[in-house]
């Protein structure tokens, strides 16, 4: 197991570009009235994964893991040809045999069933059998490649506010900068810390699970993203902002009085000295026009998040469908996307039973493979 971040398959095979992404949501975005419904199907998604994860009692580490393989696997694959639901319980099952919190195969079909089957999701079909999710496991073993080592930003987001002592920093030290004999490490000399808070920090955490909804974690190293969840934090929090806006404001300088003698001055103590925010993050040896970039999709994200709800709305396109074609800011509910992408599926079967070349084509792998030998 690579604990090396620059040197493991997630730097090396699974951190693509925009172009790549695009070109694997190419087919989908065919079967959809809006590209916003291809990133609400992401949060969609990345929901039912965490709601999965809490039910098998999975850490959250094991459901950001489930939640990235989920990410890689429909980097090759499509929505419209794929059942994405029995992908999710072969995801998070993978994903705790890989984090070394294995749960059993029984535990993670009943209490998928039982979930996706709900009246707000409408999964009737999800399979009882054990042996269709482990059939899953392999397909997703497969086009991960095995690569299940996934580096994730918490690590970083502790070592860079102090949180996290030495001897833990061994398990991932590429990933932090830890272990690298010669050279300063990424975020500069490593002398100094920033000190956040209990609040500024849950923020900086919640910042990052939020991310796992959106193909960041596809575009960015996890360190990168982890330095933007600390800037958002400084920028949204309160009081790491008022404590920014003061350090621009000028000092007035201390007025002295002929009754103060010089040995009770220096008798006083020294006021605490405030935390140097602004020159913390300009201290960083990353590119500050990334982080910024990094940071205004996680807020394009919460502003398209205020889109989805999980209750049905009273009107819209969470009720029963009736906007289906429209593209603008209506809510959408679990219900309308489940439905959405049986439509999806349903139009994908059509075009591939009959093309515009009049020969029907395979529909998965396996056929394909029949028919290419003969």
């Known amino acids: 197991m690579a604990t090396d971040f620059w040197a493991s398959s997630h730097n090396k095979r699974w951190i693509v570009d925009r172009a790549t992404l695009k070109q694997a949501r190419a087919e989908d975005l065919q079967y959809v009235h809006s590209p ?23 850490r959250q580490r ?28 072969a995801c998070c099952y993978v994903a705790a045999k890989a984090e070394e919190s294995p ?26 059998d054990n042996s269709k999710l482990a059939e899953m496991e392999f397909y997703l073993v497969s086009d991960l490649e095995c690569d299940l080592v996934v580096f994730h930003p918490y690590r970083t987001l502790l070592t860079l506010c102090g949180r996290e002592s030495a001897c833990a920093l061994d398990t991932e030290a590429g990933e932090v900068g830890v272990g690298i004999d010669s050279g300063p490490r990424y975020w500069g000399t490593g ?19 939020d ?32 404590a920014i806006q003061a350090q621009g404001a000028p000092v007035p300088p201390p007025r002295r009085s002929s009754r103060t003698t010089s040995g009770s001055a220096h008798r006083k103590s020294a006021p605490a000295q405030q935390q ?7 201290g960083l040896r990353v590119s500050l026009p990334t982080v910024a970039m990094i940071a205004q999709e996680i807020l394009s994200l919460y502003t398209l998040w205020g889109r989805y709800s999980d209750t049905p709305p009273e009107s819209g396109l969470g009720g029963n469908g009736a906007g289906e074609h429209s593209g603008g800011d209506d809510v959408v509910t679990p219900a309308f996307l489940t439905q959405l992408l049986l439509r999806m599926r349903e139009a994908r079967l059509a075009d591939l039973a009959h093309p515009a070349s009049g020969q029907p084509v395979a529909v998965n792998k ?6 290419a030998a003969g």
């Open 103 to 128: 749960v059993h195969i029984k535990n993670v079909v009943s209490e998928s069933r039982l979930m996706f089957s709900q009246e707000g999701y409408g999964v009737k079909n999800f399979p009882s």
């Open 276 to 282: 140097d925010f602004v020159g913390f993050m300009a």
């Open 191 to 209: 002398e100094g810390r920033l000190e956040l808070e209990e609040g500024p920090l849950q923020t900086a955490w919640f910042i990052i699970n």
């Open 366 to 371: 396996r056929l394909e493979r029949t028919q």
């Open 36 to 58: 916003d419904h291809i990133d609400l199907l992401n949060i969609y998604f990345a929901n039912l994964i965490g709601m999965l994860g809490k039910k098998l009692s999975l």
């Open 62 to 89: 094991v459901i950001a893991t489930a939640t990235v393989f989920f990410r890689r696997f429909y980097v090759k694959n499509l929505y419209c040809e794929t059942d994405p639901f029995i992908v999710i319980a």
């Open 211 to 242: 991310t796992y909804r959106s193909e960041i974690c596809l575009l960015y190293p996890p360190h990168m993203i982890a330095i933007a969840a600390i800037y958002l934090t400084l920028v949204l929090n309160d009081k790491t902002r008022e």
